[in-house]
Structures are given as C-alpha cells and as structure tokens.
C-alpha cells in the first residue's frame, strides 16, 4: 500500500475513532435554548391567560409577552460531539451542569422549586398591579415551607398564619428568623399562629380568624457554614387576599420571571385602553409585592425567542442589560427597567410614539 494512501487511511480511521469517542464520552455540561413565548393579553391551549372575575375589565390590543427559556433535563447527560455543536451555535447556550441543577439537585427537585416560584410570582405580580392601582390588598405571614426532621415538624404546617413570636407581633417574613435567632440553640421559641385550616374557613365564610395557638419549640443548630444560629427549620412568606378573583392559566412554566410580564398584563386589562398602543412587546423579570423588578437567567435566549416571534421591543432587568445589549437581534429594542413604573412609563412612549427617550441598553 503506498504510503500516501496508507496515511490518509490511517488519519480516517482515528478521525472516525475520535467521533466515535465523542458521541460516547459524557461532559458535564446541559444546554439553553429559546423556549416558548406566550402573549399574557392573549389565549394558551384555548383558554386566557389571564381571568378576572368580581371586577369590570376593559378590551385590551397588542402583546405583552413572556418569555421562556428551554433547558436540558437533570438526568441528560451532554456528550462531546452535542457540546462542540452547542458552542458553536448562536441561539444555545452550553453552561456547566451544576449551573442549572446546583447541590445535584434531581429533576423532580428542580421541578417542584420552579413550580412554587412560578406560584409565588403570580401572587406577587397581582399585588403588585394593585398597589399599582391603588387597590387594597390584605397580607399576612404564613409558613411556606417546614423541613423535614426540624423541629417544626409535626408542630407547624405549610399556611398556618404566623400571628407572633415570643409575644411579639410579625410584620413581615423578615420578621421570624430575626425573632428566633435571638435565641441560641436548645432554647425554647414560642409562636403563635392561627392554623391553615382556620384561616381558609375563615377567608371561605369571610370573618376574621378567631382560633389561634401557642406552639413552643425547642430550636436548633443551623447548618449554615460560619456563625452558628438558632432555627426552628420553617421558612416564612407571604400570603393575600384579594378583593375580586384574578386567575393566571399557564401550564408548563416555571419559575418566577414572569412576574412583570404578568403584572403588566393585570394592570392592562382593569384599565381603560392598551398599555401597548398595539405594539408587540415582550420582557421578562422577577417582581416582588412592591413592584421591584429582579434579574434572570438565560436572557439572551430570551431575547432571540421573543424576537423570532415578532417582538419589537423587550423589557430588560436593568440587572440583565449588560448581558442582553452584547448580543441584541435585529429589530429588537432593549427596554431597562427596574420597577413596574419604569415598565408602564416606558409602555406610554411606545404607544404614543415617542421612542428616543427610552431607556434603552447599553446606553
């Protein structure tokens, strides 16, 4: 065999062997891509998105679209052949496993945390939207989680209203790890609550809850690195009532970056006219019950998805602007907002047509 030959039969074959090897060897890498971007204005699976009811709503036009990123599941191991092509690809993103699934946390972890974020975010962009308008909404601290072999366990329940600890009245969520770790671990801590059930009979026949309890605890150890403190091992959040029925249909989603988007959409349909003039919006972000906008992952696969759709603007987390202005599709504005007022400011330029003063970014 000449020799010419032999060489080129010998680079096909380890050419071949190295393809072979990367389809098999696994890289500890999952992937982003642009995921579904649903019109909160709009319908999704034939129902809308967005319901109220107890409460006279107003026609509305245009987008307010949210956004979504896809990502690899937790089980799905990326080979190197898939992480060399991600790399190179513009709309993906290749980022380290843990990135996406911190603590090896399992699909089904990963999956209910979202699930209860997404929750929470529908909650805090109806206050917010109605603090907006200057309607009044109710609150109270509540438990929203116990762990599991706490000393919580058995005595507190997810929902039961959080009333005081140690005699002292709670405002706000912030409110209970400050009262308990004034305590050291082994020391007695005393809550008083109103049970979830009673609050939900009391919410269904609309009184004020009259049956509350005194429950000690004796806390523990937290297993925080650095200064020791006392826990009990509950977290505490918030919970409303509010004065008519706002019911958000999205099915699928998860986590909380929705929430302006949402609260733009709730604010649009209890107000005269279209916050959007017609226009095609997009955006995404956290809000919390003040109207706060937060940052959130994968924004520039948002970005393409929201213009692959027909976005021609897109409200950005200042947060997030940086990152979003590096890589900008065509035709796509980027909007920096940090509040819902910056959002529905911005919104009333873009209808009325005057777009030069935005806050754009990068600018």
Known sequence: ?????????????????????????????????????????????????????????????????MTTVRVTSAEYRMNLVEAVYGWLAHDNKVVPHETLYPDGKTEEQSTQE??????????????????????????????????????????????????????????????????????????????TIVPAKEQAAAEKEKRTPTKTQDITMTTTTSDDAGEKRAIVGISAGT?????????IKLADVGGPSAGLMFALGIYDKLTPGSLTGGKFVAGTGTIDDEGKVGPIGGIEMKTVGARAKGA???????????????????????????TIEDALGALKDIRGGDTAGLPKCGK
């Open 1 to 65: 065999m000449p020799r010419r030959t032999a060489t080129m039969l010998a680079s096909t074959l380890m050419l071949i062997a190295l393809l072979c090897a990367g389809v098999f060897i696994p890289v500890p890498y999952s992937e982003m891509s642009p995921g579904p971007t649903v019109n909160t204005l709009g319908d999704h699976d034939g129902e809308p998105v967005l319901q109220v009811s107890g409460r006279k709503t107003y026609a509305t036009s245009g987008h307010l679209n």
């Open 114 to 191: 979202n699930a209860e974020e997404f929750s929470q975010s529908q909650e805090s962009a109806k206050v917010a939207a109605l603090k907006e308008l200057d309607v009044p909404v109710k609150s109270w601290v509540i438990v929203s989680t116990v762990v599991k072999g706490s000393p919580a366990e058995g005595k507190l329940h997810a929902g039961d209203v959080i009333k005081a600890v140690d005699g002292t009245v709670v405002k706000e969520p912030a409110d209970v790890a400050k009262f308990v770790t004034k305590h050291k671990p082994g020391q007695d801590v005393r809550f």
């Open 239 to 247: 919970d409303h009532t509010f004065p008519f029925t706002i019911d």
């Open 312 to 338: 021609q603007y897109f409200l950005t987390p200042a947060d997030n602007c940086e990152a979003a202005a590096k890589d900008t599709p065509e035709g796509l504005t980027l909007i920096k907002v940090k």
